[in-house]
């Protein structure tokens, strides 16, 4: 996994821009390890936990500030993708988190979920 800046989140349609020098881990699925004790020792339990973009501050439009609200209120899942500094599109079906805006700033902050175990899919430019 590398890190490296995003360029552009969608969710659903709805495409924003990411500020400047907002540097964050490429996603990819991880496992959470938990030791399962007997009597001959411990096991392990892997559980894996879908890789996530986090905390991505974005600017955003009065209109697109509305229609990110509403699909942060939605209960279906909605295609997702991010674009990193190289061109690269990574995608997944999922969720967002969104955090609301700054309104000074036209900024808001945007978490993506995504509900397979696998997590989000590199579709290299």
């Known amino acids: ?10 969710a659903d349609g709805i495409t924003v821009n990411v500020k400047a020098d907002n540097d964050a881990k490429l ?4 496992y959470k390890n938990e030791p399962i004790p007997h009597s001959g020792g ?6 894996k936990i879908p890789g996530t973009i986090e905390n991505i501050s974005v600017h955003v439009t009065a209109l697109q500030h509305e229609q990110l ?14 674009v990193d500094v190289n061109g690269n599109t990574w995608s997944a079906v999922g969720f967002i988190d969104y955090d609301g805006a700054t309104v ?3 900024t808001g902050t945007i978490n993506m979920n995504p509900e397979s175990p696998d997590g989000f899919v590199l579709f290299p430019n």
């Open 104 to 106: 000074a700033e036209n």
């Open 1 to 10: 996994m590398a890190s490296g800046t995003w360029r552009k989140l969608s």
């Open 69 to 82: 609200q509403a699909l942060n209120d939605r209960d279906d899942s909605y295609s997702l993708s991010a």
């Open 42 to 47: 411990n096991e392990q339990k892997k559980t």
């Open 27 to 30: 996603p990819g699925g991880k």
